[in-house]
């Protein structure tokens, strides 16, 4: 049967200035954010074991409510951003808090 | 072939059938668009019984499975399910698997990407049947219940108190009665359980349930919709990107593995592989290109070189564009980036956070009803 190797593609490509930046903006948060969550929730993985599109509640890592509790306090705590109590879409996944966590910063106008 | 024995009545009800690895499955039946307003509006019906289904004692289980998958189910309680895989010697993905403790029993439904007969053989080899394993598939159905108002559907057939099932359950209900299974899970992001019932019950079962998603706004569907469905709700499909890829960790499965597990089948060369890191991953992605183009197999570009290639796509009716996943190098595998789809100049492609879309039935809570 065939499958994709987990080897490098063994090949060169650009990363422009803008796309850098944009990855380096975005990996500083996941990497804070999957830090703070693997040691609040005890959690029994490395941060590179976690995929951002993974499900944290229900299916996925199957978090209860009061994980995602924790999750919204881990949150403000280390980003200082709110997340409303109505707003459960954006605990879908990491990125989707991550992307929450972007959003929130810009209108705040922080610095990208 | 093995075909599901309610072959007749799918088909006296409109199923177009395909075969996966030899057993049969239905493709569909009111066509995609009409069987994902079901789904995501109403109920859905779907014969499931082309999965493999498997029982063992309790007291051979934890020792047995343990041994084989990758999850943990020593930590699997009465009850409760289990969401793992099952992988070659080489770390390579067989099966996606529920792993239920039905108490005297442990129960194992897998959706597998090889033959019947190769999964037996599999399991020979691995002595799980002269430790207890049996194969349950031929005396039972599987049927799948997934929608906005699947609940309503299951609460309709089985009682008040399938409402206050969690998410990944086991429940014995009485149908006409016999000891049916109950199973809350699911994979398109809506409410969704699995019927198990004997054989001989089948029929009626099915009956039933096509009756009550009827009235509940949907229909029979065919497997085709659940793997659009998947997708969108960023479910693990082990017959698109699993089937192409099969690395588990490429995947983003590493959830399911108890990587403090002395063993399971193919653990040396996960172990091995999670050591070295990744060099790919596979993450979400969107265009407003069309099918002849945004499709499996096709390359994405950055600064006019291949990057990454597509390993499922479909179109979202909620987007309203195509949707897919894509296996990236690590250092490019980030959500909010523009690369472009088929050659350097061909239109836009963008990586995206996963799951796209907010399930009507995440808004639901049906533990306060």
């Keep these: 049967m065939d499958y994709k190797e987990n080897i490098s593609m063994n090949q060169e490509y650009v990363i422009d200035g803008e796309m850098r930046k944009t990855i380096e903006n975005r990996k500083a948060i996941i990497d804070t954010f999957k830090q703070e969550l693997i040691s609040r929730l005890n959690l029994p993985y490395k941060p590179q074991d976690l995929h951002e599109d993974i499900s944290l509640l229900g ?6 409510s009061l994980d995602a509790l924790e999750i919204v306090v881990c949150v403000e ?25 972007i959003s929130e910063k810009a209108q705040k106008g922080e610095q990208q | 072939m093995r075909v599901s024995s309610l072959h007749d009545k799918l088909a006296a009800n409109g199923a177009v059938f395909g075969g996966r690895y030899g057993i049969e499955v239905v493709s569909g039946v009111a066509g995609l668009s009409t069987e994902y307003g079901y789904i995501r509006n109403g109920a859905g019906l779907t014969d499931f019984s ?4 498997y029982s063992i004692p309790e007291d051979a289980a934890v020792t047995v499975l343990d041994e084989l998958f990758a999850g943990n189910i020593a930590r699997v309680r009465f009850g409760r399910m289990l969401h793992t895989f099952l992988a070659d ?7 996606d698997c529920y792993i239920a403790n039905n108490d005297e029993e442990f129960i194992i439904v897998c959706e597998s990407i090889v033959s019947d007969t190769a999964l037996h053989e599999f399991f020979e080899r691995k002595g799980a049947f002269k430790a207890g394993l049996k194969d349950i598939t031929g005396e039972h159905v599987l049927l ?12 309709e057939r089985f009682g008040v108190d399938t409402l206050g099932l969690p998410y990944l359950s086991i429940e014995v209900y009485q149908f006409n009665g016999v000891d049916v299974r109950l199973f809350r899970a699911g994979k398109t992001s809506e409410f969704g359980y699995l019927v198990m019932a004997p054989k001989e019950a089948g029929e009626g079962l099915f009956d039933a349930l096509l009756a009550s998603v009827r009235k509940h706004g949907g229909g029979l569907c065919g497997v085709s919709v659940h793997n659009d469905l998947r997708l969108e709700g960023r479910f693990f499909n082990i017959h698109a990107e699993g089937l192409s890829v099969r690395d588990p960790l490429c995947l983003g499965l590493q959830w399911m593995i108890d990587f403090d597990k002395e063993k399971f089948s193919g653990k040396e060369a996960v172990d091995k592989r999670r050591e070295a890191g990744l060099a790919k991953k596979i993450i979400g992605i969107r265009s407003n290109a069309g099918p002849e183009l945004f499709s499996v197999g096709s390359e994405i570009y950055n600064s006019g070189r291949p990057v990454a290639t597509i390993e499922a796509a479909c179109y979202s009716p909620t987007l309203d564009c195509r949707v897919g996943l894509a296996l990236f190098p690590v250092d490019i595998a980030y959500s909010g980036l523009v690369f472009r789809l088929g050659s350097a100049d061909g239109p836009a492609v963008a990586t995206i956070s996963m799951p796209p879309i907010m399930p009507r039935s995440l808004t639901v809570k049906l533990d306060e009803m």
Excluded: C, E
Excluded at chain 1, 59 to 64: C, N, R, V
Excluded at chain 1, 78 to 101: A, E, M, Q, W
């Design chain 1, 59 to 64: 299916a996925g890592l199957g978090l209860d």
């Design chain 1, 77 to 101: 705590n280390s980003f200082g951003v709110k997340i409303p109590d109505s707003n459960i879409s954006v605990l879908r996944s990491i990125n989707t808090i991550v992307d929450f966590v």
């Design chain 2, 50 to 53: 082309f999965m493999q289904m």
């Design chain 2, 89 to 95: 010697d080489d770390g390579h993905l067989i099966a």
């Design chain 2, 144 to 155: 799948s219940v997934d929608g906005y108002q699947a609940w309503a559907v299951i609460k």
